[in-house]
């Protein structure tokens, strides 16, 4: 008599793995790297490299040697997309022993103190990216100039970025529009700031990709991206613009500079850190939208996507509680 | 085009390869071997004896309570022995054995294929009918159908619901059951019109069927009140939930049967039964059932009388293949796996053989939980599988029983989808199990007080 395997339904599977959704990501994080190297040069592809392989590094050494754990979780990919996604975070001149330093606190202290991948609490590229703000508010404010390719490592030729003149124009008043870059450069990436955040079209790209393929939804991004647009538009209709700045212009370069896209598609939606159900995301990405606006136009630093989303991360366990409507639930009255 | 409204999940159908297949009959076996429990319920209760001479039809064992069916003699043969058998699942049950001799049925069933169309017959009398006939729902729960068709009091059935969805991937006997035998299902289901006193019935199938809508449109266009809801491929829709709610857009309350929406359910398989039971007088003996698989020599759609031995009904199909890792006793997504196929009798519930090689039988190491949130997504009851699986991690119970662990229908949408491959159903079954068993203590122990 043959044995065969015996084992409970179901006996088929959709083929999705980790790996795969891992791997999505960074594919869909692609176009806005290669316009980080055409707009910032060989900085970028030395930053992200290094911040990979810090962070993959990282967490092989704690997991084989600290953790102790006979399985290498490497080739689940996360810890390459934390460190892409770190890299993204950076500016592409800062130098490489701030990066590991970044990197270490990443893996090291936001994701495998937790227990490792799906435990933690906090987006792991974020807690590293707001460590080396705190730690070194010079370098991680200094961003390069986008000169194309001609531009060095270590370029130290930067300006101020669009947001924080946003910011003065909107506390003081005066004139701004001729300090701005044009919204083309904006929207297309010929402005500064951190390497992956410059280019919204390429991040919309590879958002869009994420959503059709399934790996993320559309509720964080379009919540997020909904808030700050309506709270932009609402600044404009309460007349607190310079005279010289449209409703319209404001709506478009909050959105198009600083992390907004980056964070709205890439960040908020690492699904460890983010809410399970619908409505939960919802209520994270308007979340998100608000503290980021809030930040921006009273906090002390011009752009605060990083710390709104490590805030509403900390709400996710709460954010939870909001169940699916489950099938034959009566609507509430 | 409709379907339902929560969750869902699009697995291949994996149809091709016994789709179309016409319904091959499989020759007698030498001896039958007749579980006693082929339906939800009490065991039947045996009312022949050692020695008995039968005739296919006659009654071997009655139904042992309310919610249980009579079982009908397959064969013609001498009964052999009336003892335990155990099945491929590892499931003991008592049977009775006989040793076929010759082919020879019961004088009163209508072996002839002429179709008859006129019922004259009460309502009573067809429930009756059916009951004897020991029909029960052979979409895959094998509910006895008689008790569907009363209703609890106060309640009223409004559609006849048929199913005709086979949403399990590989399944291809409703199909074609649809495809040879349509006349018959629409006479099948005037009958259990008549029966539940509803002058609507809606066919529900999905449009990977294109040929069985067209031709079950075609003879509804003859009938009166009877319409064919063509519907977007999505499992679980042949779950009966799931296709009220792509049928009516109702959706049946927690807790609750069909009939509270006002609806009954019936598989197209069932309906046949029911057409041969009440217009032919021939029980429920037999049932088309699908062999397949990707490495299956002749997949296809075999009508195998209950009790002949599913490696009869194999050998037809080609024998077991090379390299085969699992045998499935159904469908992928809810079939059970059998631990071998040697002295298996086909029976009621067994709609489909199906074969999967070793690679495809093996299940990833599961990774940890991501929490994508997947699972939920495609959950079609609305619940939330990664929390009753920690839940119940947890032995947490209370928890379990408040996030409605007792809604799950077993689908299997979310262990489908985990990309980290957890085994979330092996957590989420046992403890449905253990919080029903609290809730039937505390249902005893409330009566008790009373």
Sequence with gaps: ?333 | MKTFNIGGVHPHDNKQFSAHQPITECPLPKQAIIPLVQHIGAPAQAVVEVGAKVKVGELLAKAGGFVSANIASPVSGTVTKIGDMTDAWGATVPAIYIDVEGDVWSPDIDRSTNLIHQCTLEPKAIIDKIAAAGIVGLGGACFPTHVKLLPPPGKKAEVLIVNGVECEPYLTCDHQLMMEHGEEIMIGIQILKKALGVDRAIIGIENNKKDAIERMTRLANTQFGVEVMPLKLKYPQGGEKQLIDACIGRQVPSGALPIEVGAVVDNVATIYAVYEAVQKNKPLISRVMTVTGKHVEKPGNYLVRFGTPIDDVIALAGGVPAHTGKVIGGGPMMGRAMDHTENMPANKRLSGILFLDEAESQRPEPENCIRCGKCVQACPMGLEPYLLHRLFELENWEEMEKHDVMDCIDCGCCVFTCPAHRPLLDGIRPGKAKVGAILRERAAAAAAAK
Excluded at chain 1, 45 to 66: D, H, K, N, Q
Excluded at chain 1, 79 to 99: C, D, K, Q, R
Excluded at chain 1, 238 to 258: E, K, M, Q, R
């Design chain 1, 1 to 333: 008599m043959k044995n065969f395997i015996v084992a409970p339904a179901p006996h088929a599977h959709s083929g999705d793995s980790v790996r795969r959704n891992m791997l999505l990501v960074i594919l869909a994080l692609l176009p806005a790297y290669v316009v980080a190297v055409l707009q910032f040069g060989c900085g970028a592809l030395i930053t992200a490299a290094i911040s990979i392989v810090a962070c993959v590094g990282c967490e092989w050494l704690v997991s084989r040697f600290i953790l102790k754990e006979n399985r290498n979780t490497i080739g689940d990919l996360s810890a390459v997309l934390t460190g892409l996604l770190l890299a993204y975070n950076l500016p592409s001149n800062i130098e490489w022993w701030i990066v590991v330093i970044g990197a270490i606190v990443a893996i090291g202290v936001g994701k495998m103190t937790f227990g490792g991948l799906g435990q933690n609490l906090f987006n792991p590229a974020l807690v590293g990216r707001v460590f080396l703000l705190i730690s070194f508010p010079v370098q991680m404010t200094t961003w390069p100039l986008p000169k194309g390719m001609e531009t060095a490592y270590l370029d130290a030729e930067t300006g101020a970025t669009p947001l924080a003149l946003l910011k003065q124009a909107v506390k003081n008043g005066g004139r701004i529009a001729d300090q701005l870059p044009s919204l083309h450069d904006a929207f297309m990436g010929a402005i500064g700031g951190s390497m992956g955040e410059v280019c919204a079209l390429a991040l919309i790209i590879g958002g869009v990709f994420l959503i059709c393929t399934r790996v993320i939804t559309w509720h964080i991004p379009v919540s997020i991206i909904a808030t700050v647009a309506l709270w932009a538009a609402a600044t404009g209709w309460l007349g607190l613009l310079p005279a010289d700045l449209t409703t319209g212009n404001y709506v478009a370069y909050s959105l198009c500079t600083g992390g907004i896209m980056l964070g709205a598609f890439f960040m908020a939606t690492d699904y460890v850190t983010s809410p399970m159900t619908a409505w939960g995301k919802l209520i994270f990405g308007v979340g998100i939208g608000v503290i980021v606006m809030v930040i921006r136009t009273w906090g002390a630093y011009p752009e605060g996507m990083s710390f709104a989303i490590l805030i509403m991360n900390a709400c996710v366990p709460l954010l939870n509680k909001f169940r699916p409507k489950r099938f034959g639930e009566p609507k509430k009255a």
